[in-house]
């Protein structure tokens, strides 16, 4: 298989907190692992492309002091929600692709659910 | 600017309908064309497609890329209640792998 966790599934906390979403890659290497935001009823969105042992590549609009990406094995990738507010509330999602090849499909973590008070 | 456009954005059926689900893309350096299902989570593999003509099948659900009209379809035939959710085309056209999803369409299938 090609198994992807996130975690936590769901975090509810007070603005100005910061806040790490981990995704790991359970049974396979991802060299590299993508980051997603889904508002509701809407498609996934893409944030940011994380590489192992490199900086990760933000999309345009995406603020890079904001959302922190850390890469640091071929097994594990963050995201760090800075001074979270109200408006950073979303559905975070994590995706890693097997193997170095980009003829393989992305799998999904089960996602977070980010709740900013 | 990749685009990938899917329809119907919504769709009702009953329990044994067939349905088509549409996708169309303007994509630079196509790579490839990946149906996804999203129930209450995050979203779950079901094809990827790189050749056109070539049919994938899984069960009751298949599809088929068309490089010349730049589409793919998902069927599903023979529909259950289990079949609703929202299926997300994403198609891939840089070297960074990196996919361009289109709006979902919602699938909802009545018993």
């Known amino acids: 298989g090609a198994v992807v966790s996130q975690h936590p599934s769901w975090v509810i906390c007070k603005s100005g907190t910061s806040v790490k979403i981990e995704c790991r890659s359970l049974?396979?290497?991802?060299?590299?692992m993508f980051w997603y935001r889904q508002f509701p009823k809407q498609s996934l969105m893409l944030m940011a492309t994380s590489n192992e042992g490199s900086k990760a590549t933000y999309e345009q609009g995406v603020e890079k002091d904001k959302f922190l990406i850390n890469h640091a094995s071929l097994t594990l990738s963050t995201l760090t929600v800075t001074s979270a507010h109200p408006e950073d509330s979303s559905f975070y999602i994590c995706s890693a692709r097997r193997g170095q090849g980009t003829l393989q499909p992305q799998h999904f973590g089960d996602g977070t659910r980010l709740s900013i008070l | 600017e990749d685009k990938v456009v899917q329809s119907p954005l919504s769709l009702v059926v009953h329990e044994g309908d067939t349905v088509t689900l549409n996708c169309s893309y303007e994509?630079?350096?196509?790579?490839?064309l990946l149906w996804y299902k999203q129930e209450k989570k995050a979203p779950t593999f079901l094809f990827m497609l790189?050749?056109?003509?070539i049919e994938k099948k899984s069960g009751r659900l298949s599809s088929i890329l068309d490089k010349k009209e730049l589409s793919s379809i998902l069927n599903i035939t023979a529909t259950q209640t289990g079949d609703s959710a929202i299926y997300l085309c994403?198609?891939?056209?840089?070297?960074?792998?990196?996919?361009?999803f289109g709006q979902g369409t919602i699938l909802t299938v009545h018993p």
């Open positions: 049974d396979f290497q991802a060299t590299t």
């Open positions: 790189t050749s056109s003509g």
């Open positions: 994509v630079t350096n196509f790579r490839s």
């Open positions: 994403a198609v891939g056209g840089t070297s960074y792998g990196k996919l361009t």
